[in-house]
């Protein structure tokens, strides 16, 4: 799950960067920040419940984010598997 850990990372490092100067766009990474984190925790456990969860999470999310994280899951564990689980087709992307 390296790729996700590196989106959690980066996401972190936005927020931070936008606290003083754009705390408008501090707010959306420090959101993005903590649903990443979210899909993640799930995503460990290996549980198929749980990753239905995380899929749920996931179809919630604002477009930008969201594909962030499915290419992260895509770059991870597979296209077959972002597709078989989380229901996108990241082929070519990934």
């Known amino acids: 799950m390296q ?7 980066n996401t972190f ?3 931070q960067t936008n606290a003083v100067a754009d705390p408008d766009m501090a707010k959306m990474y ?5 649903t990443f984190q979210a899909v993640a ?7 198929v419940e749980d990753i239905k969860r995380a899929a749920q999470i996931i179809e919630r999310m604002d477009t930008a984010p969201r594909e962030d ?3 992260a899951c895509g770059m991870d564990f597979g296209a077959a598997w ?3 689980f ?3 087709n990241v082929e070519g992307w990934v």
């Open 86 to 88: 989380l229901g996108w």
């Open 3 to 9: 790729n996700i850990k590196n989106l959690i990372g």
């Open 69 to 71: 994280i499915v290419i």
């Open 13 to 15: 490092r936005d927020y």
């Open 41 to 47: 925790r799930y995503l460990e456990t290996g549980d």
């Open 82 to 84: 972002v597709k078989e």
């Open 30 to 34: 420090a959101e993005d920040h903590s």
